[in-house]
């Protein structure tokens, strides 16, 4: 089976969404199943959007181009053309946004994060949206779930909400979490040593997101904080954000601005802090379905985090702790207590958050599902065409 995959972005870019549009792609190609590539989609935009984009920016308003219908008919006409004589059985796009407004006579299928109503109001950039873009976006997302074959989310939050928000039918939907994007091949034995390796005299977190306000990176210093004053030795890596100016961070905290897992060096830094990390603390305010849950889990991290979002498809009572959605530093360090004082119980539920990631969480259990499912779908359309 021939399956067209398509991406607004470059998906053969490890840079891309870090990385997870690349993994994607790659753990379809890796299934055995021909893959038509389908990416990039060229985003040249009228003058006239650009200048709504200007004026909407003074406003402190988002105006979102890539929503509205003309953009909508480009993307679609593209597709159309590039897939015409490829001999594709079954379109996969990575957003609901490119296959909108695509007509065609195979099956089309999505799989992504969210919908455009579960996000409306929770990242801050959907909370300052001009009404047109508003109902662009409810435009798109009717549309999109009006053509397809069936839409496969990454989480159950989005799932619902597709449900609820747009009156599409349980069956059409489909949860498909997301893999991991890591590439080692550390066996249990493996990891089970880095565990038992971690000190036990001293509690190794770990924070990685780019966004400091939303990922909730000072609730995580404030966390190592009320550990340290408490008398508990406690040490806080933190990877990735831009840290907010003027902001002091303790001796107990450890700031790296970037680490790039497509360059070797820096891939084995970001494998070994997660290694010797006893938890991963992620605060977060608004959260789709973050993949650095999955990663940490691949090094048997468990993750302490908000019941936000479609963060509970991910953290379960088998990779790690949800807290409450307003719960504070306190309520993140009496986790990290609770847990850390039982060894053998954290030893316990550290393997069980890798067993997460070997059993559900990574690329390959990912893409043979949705292969499995696109099969499924070609041969019903097959049949219905008959």
């Not at 994060?113 to 929770?122: E, I, L, N, W």
């Not at 989310?153 to 039918?169: F, H, P, Q, R």
């Not at 969480?361 to 008959?386: F, G, K, M, P």
């Amino acid at each position: 089976m021939r399956i067209a995959f398509v991406d607004i972005y470059d998906a053969d870019s490890v840079r891309t969404w870090s990385g997870t549009p690349y993994h994607m792609y790659r753990g379809l190609v890796d299934s055995g199943e021909p893959v038509e590539p389908v990416f990039p989609l060229r985003r040249r935009f009228p003058v006239s959007s650009i200048a709504k984009k200007v004026f909407f920016k003074a406003r402190s308003m988002t105006y979102l181009v890539d929503h509205e219908p003309v953009m909508l008919r480009r993307y679609a006409a593209e597709i159309k053309r590039r897939l015409k004589g490829s001999g594709a059985e079954a379109i996969l796009s990575r957003s609901s946004i490119p296959v909108s407004f695509l007509d065609s006579d195979l099956p089309i299928t999505f799989w992504t994060d969210a919908t455009f109503a579960g996000m409306v109001g929770f990242y801050d950039e959907y909370s300052r949206l001009p009404p047109s873009s508003i109902a662009h976006g409810h435009q798109y997302e009717r549309a999109a779930l009006d053509r397809c074959a069936m839409a496969f989310y990454s989480n159950d939050w989005a799932a619902k909400s597709a449900i609820e928000n747009y009156g599409v039918s349980p069956e059409k939907v489909a949860v498909v979490p997301y893999g991991a994007n890591v590439d080692h091949a550390l066996s249990q034995a493996d990891i089970r040593n880095a565990i038992e390796a971690r000190p036990t005299d001293c509690v190794n977190l770990i924070f990685i997101g780019v966004d400091w306000v939303r990922k909730g990176g000072s609730t995580a210093v404030d966390t190592v904080k009320v550990l340290n004053e408490a008398g508990v030795n406690a040490k806080l890596t933190i990877i990735g954000p831009k840290i907010p100016e003027g902001t002091i961070l303790p001796e107990s905290v450890e700031y790296i601005p970037f680490l790039d897992k497509s360059v070797s060096a820096q891939r084995r830094s970001f494998e070994e802090k997660l290694l010797h990390s006893h938890f991963m603390v992620l605060p977060t305010r608004a959260e789709c379905a973050a993949e650095v849950f999955s990663e940490a889990f691949a090094y048997g991290v468990p993750a302490i985090a908000p019941d936000v979002g479609g963060v509970s498809t991910l953290v379960t009572e088998r990779s790690g702790v949800l807290l409450p959605p307003d719960a504070g530093a306190n309520d993140y360090a009496s986790a990290v207590v609770a847990l850390s004082e039982r060894r053998k119980d954290y030893t316990a539920l550290a393997l069980s958050a890798f067993d997460e990631y070997r059993q559900r969480l990574n690329w390959d259990v990912a893409t043979q599902t949705i292969v499995s499912r696109l099969r499924e779908i070609r041969d019903a359309s097959l049949r219905a065409a008959a």
